[in-house]
């Protein structure tokens, strides 16, 4: 209130110095008419045919607009006209005058405004009607400017190679013409703002410095993410009728993806059809036209995409997909192979150069010309093929390196944003939506995050919904783009070649300028936000009576949803269910490789060989203490039945003082106790013993070797069977385990390593998995310890041939 009263003050002796001085007022008000215009203009969505048709006129003829709103402008202003005097010789007591009604309006106003305490703000709406020869304007109580607007064109009929039908509809609703000579003579449009805003939605923008406790809330629930990702549902879906024409049905990768009529690309060359499945999108700070999203081009539509790109003179394109996925096709290839030319119409592109920046995208550069054109352009390809359709993907980190290199290159600059005049970037997946509005929502949302310091992720989306449908398709998507944003945030990059790997690892474990933490701490905090523990109202079955006693602790209790069902039966055991306390993790290239289990109790025997069994484990990793009523030993020393098994113990070999090999045949029992060889497996295990004296770098060493001579190579000769880890709670060394061999499969596959994407994952399965910093950082220390000292070639499948049998 004080700072209206100093701003209404501040005004009068303004208003009065102009007045004084003989400086008129009317250029003062010319502007803001003509910002108002201005702001009326940019928010135009044209609806026809009964107030279903809607469209932002959005790249109008420059002059005519100019023309337009310089018209609009003068009859706004002759129809409020006031006689300002506007004589150099205005007295010192007219100022006065001007400055005493001022102040009595201030008091008016003041009195006016504690009246209304408490009532309901009421939004200020504009209707204006926007005719050839007079406007006239009014307020409504919605919200929304609703302008209808009543336009002679010079130019009668619809121009173009368009089908009968289609200028049938085009008459109804002129969609997609870049100048007015090519509207019809007459349109009554209304125009409404299909957006919503902050207040109809109920959110608003996060600051940075509360991001990390949004996603802790989202995610410290089932469904946190679920329901909010609900409420992005459009309520009514914007018209589609364009593509629904026979005549565009066969251009629709897909039946149910179709692109909205206000927002529709239309291809204005006269070189064939005018439609193609595509939707500009807006961008940072709602720029117009800022992407394209599109569907991937099917055969039939390759010439009309790269029309496309050339109309639209766009220099970037994004792929998020495999031509072949799933053994589906995803998306015809249409660009020609390095080094080779393709004519698509009157298109020409040659594949100049093709550089794989990382093992999970492409940049290839491609040199586009047109019949009749002078003009060679230089279009970018940034090819991300590492994100399957409707599947999760691990790290973002390869996204934002390559939103960062297609920044840098379009400016020449790191990290700088493109500015108004820039074609927009066009992005396609398969259907264009799902991972589509993923990355688009990703690089807007930096932008955003870098100069406005706040992410707007829930009512971005939302606006997303309104120009393209099924944006952001899945929960998982909308998820991964809240978590990506946590992440970059607050570490930047987490994925790394080995020798950067080993640069960054001394920057981490040093402390963090004046900071009290080390960079791994950090990273190690950042768990607790995106992971935290659940209050979850269902899928905890070992909170069941009957499954309580088979827990070492009510605190760590698998989810449902990543726990193996116990399959084979017990007779004559009343207390026997399908529950064990035990979770499913993936491989670095190969789903559900590992199993990862609590110490077996006494009365857990049975259902431990129960789950190595049902799932095929031929390797048992365990981490064994010296306290035998702690960690009993749940094999027999020579030959046993538990349950419905025969165990047989064929031999032992002391590898070391922490390191022990057994060799176990199990064999499941009929229920008349017969043993088949159908129902036999051969079963290795291999015991860390006393493992609470074995620290540092040592325990680093011993995991490490142990994973290169004995669990790889045995795993090799099976890739189907599964690997059982335990450890007291299978959430500590376990974690380190499995972490550590999925750490080692990627330095060996892709030349790159990620430890804190692979725990992340593992936390997703299993609650606080590697669950100490000194855990975390175990990991960072036998990674290293790998890449300085490199294994040997890996041996051949007869060199690997059950090498430890051959010892017992």
Partial sequence: MKFSVVLTILCSFVAASYRANGKPLENVRRKALQARVRFSWNNVQLTAFKGSWRQEYQREDENKKEHILHRNTRNLEREREINFDESKGQSLYESLLVFIGSMCVLVLSLAICSGCCGRKKKRKVSKVKLNEGKDKSSEDKDGTFITSVSYNANNGGVEGSQSEETKKLLQRNPRGYHTYENLPNTVQVEVLSSEPSEEESGRSPIRKGLLANEVQKLASTDNGYKNEFEELRVPETPNQEFSQLEANKPKNRFKNILPYDHTLVNLTD??????INASYIKGYNDREMAYIATQGPLESTVVDFWRMIWQEESKEIIMLTN?????????WQYWPNQGKSN???????????EVKETFQYTVRCLEV??????ENRIVR???????????????????WELLKQLRSERKQQPEDDDVEDSAPIVVHCSAGCGR???????DVMRQMMKYDGQVDVFNFVKKLRTQRMNMVQVVTQYRFIYESLLIYMRLKRTCFPPSKFLEKLGDWETKLGDSTISGLNKQFQLFEYLHPEKISKHGKSGLSTENQAKNRSLDIIPDDINRPLLQTQVFDDETSTNYINASFFNGNSKRSVFLATQAPMVNTYTDFWRMVFDYDSSIIVGFHGSDRDTFP????SDSAELGPFAID???????????????????????????????????????????????GDQLAILLVELINQHIRPRHQLNQENRITVHCEYGIGLSGVFIALYNAIDMLKDDNKVDVFTIVKLLRINRFNMVDSLERYQLIYNAVKYYINNPPEAEPTEEEQEEPTYANL
């Fill in 343 to 353: 004519v698509y119409g009157k298109i020409t592109v040659r594949n100049v150069s």
């Fill in 436 to 442: 589509t509005g993923t990355v688009i929502t990703m």
């Fill in 270 to 275: 006269g070189e064939g059809s005018d439609y």
């Fill in 381 to 399: 390809q940034y090819h991300f093929g590492a994100w399957s359709d409707m599947s999760d993907i691990a790290s973002a980190t390869p996204i």
């Fill in 323 to 331: 031509l072949v996925e799933n053994k589906k096709k995803k998306c």
């Fill in 369 to 374: 010309s047109k019949e009749g054109e002078e």
């Fill in 633 to 636: 030993n749940y094999w027999p």
């Fill in 649 to 695: 113990n064929n031999g032992e070999e002391v590898v070391s003082d922490n390191l022990t090999i057994r060799a176990f045949k199990l064999c499941k029992l009929s229920k008349d106790g017969a043993k088949s060889p159908k129902n036999t497996r051969e079963i290795k295990q291999y015991c860390i013993n006393n493992i609470e004296n074995i620290h």
